[in-house]
T-cell receptor, first 107, second 116 residues
Framework: RKEVEQDPGPFNVPEGATVAFNCTYS??????FFWYRQDCRKEPKLLMS???SGNEDGRFTAQLNRASQYISLLIRDSKLSDSATYLC????????FGQGTTLQVKP | DADVTQTPRNRITKTGKRIMLECSQT?????MYWYRQDPGLGLRLIYY???????NKGEISDGYSVSRQAQAKFSLSLESAIPNQTALYFC???????????????FGDGTRLSIL
């Protein structure tokens, strides 16, 4: 079993849609959690950290469920520019990256 | 100017050659990392360094070596390249002084390496 698992997608959604990604992790001692965004053939960039209380940044909401060991990312009012691969990242003492979930937002 | 710079950006070479990938940073971060990314797989950690001359193996260090002679530079070497080392390689940095274990990592633009 992979340490961090994501549905690779792709998720194809129309502009304006709300879309949610989940990610599960296996190490219950994981310390911190992140979502990164990666555009095609580009470097990953930090989108947001994920806190136990949940956190929101504009159209993006991240949540953590430690009991069930999953993390979610919700994107509201999707834009064409949101098309990318979203990487779930778990810190176990070092960063473990999921394989990513690809989002395609269509006009 | 990029904060984390990788050279070369692209490299095609033959099996058995020795390859060096360079990473330099202007962020003043102590911690540096080398990852590789393959289609369908997440980024996998090759080596990391928390300070000058500090070297630690990651998940997939076999066939690779690194050097950290200065805070700003972290180089990755493939001693004798083989085709399954064809991948996209990323260097990253982080600063433990900001956020402790919640520190994000900052990535270079990547090096696309092809071994024929």
């Amino acid at each position: 079993r992979k340490e961090v698992e994501q549905d690779p997608g792709p998720f194809n959604v129309p502009e304006g849609a709300t879309v949610a990604f989940n990610c599960t992790y296996s190490n219950s001692a994981s310390q911190s959690f992140f979502w990164y965004r990666q555009d095609c053939r580009k470097e990953p960039k930090l989108l947001m950290s994920v806190y136990s209380s949940g956190n929101e940044d504009g159209r993006f909401t991240a949540q953590l469920n430690r009991a069930s060991q999953y993390i979610s990312l919700l994107i509201r009012d999707s834009k064409l520019s949101d098309s990318a691969t979203y990487l779930c990242v778990v810190n176990t003492g070092k960063l473990i990256f999921g394989q990513g979930t690809t989002l395609q937002v269509k006009p | 100017d990029a904060d984390v710079t990788q050279t070369p950006r692209n490299r095609i070479t033959k099996t058995g050659k020795r390859i060096m990938l360079e990473c330099s940073q202007t962020k003043g971060h102590d911690r540096m990392y080398w990852y590789r990314q393959d289609p369908g797989l997440g980024l996998r950690l090759i080596y990391y360094s928390f300070d000058v001359k500090d070297i630690n193996k990651g998940e997939i260090s076999d066939g690779y070596s690194v050097s950290r002679q200065a805070q700003a530079k972290f180089s990755l070497s493939l001693e004798s390249a083989i085709p399954n080392q064809t991948a996209l390689y990323f260097c990253a940095t982080s600063d433990p002084r900001t956020g402790g274990n919640n520190q994000p990592q900052h990535f270079g633009d990547g090096t696309r390496l092809s071994i024929l």
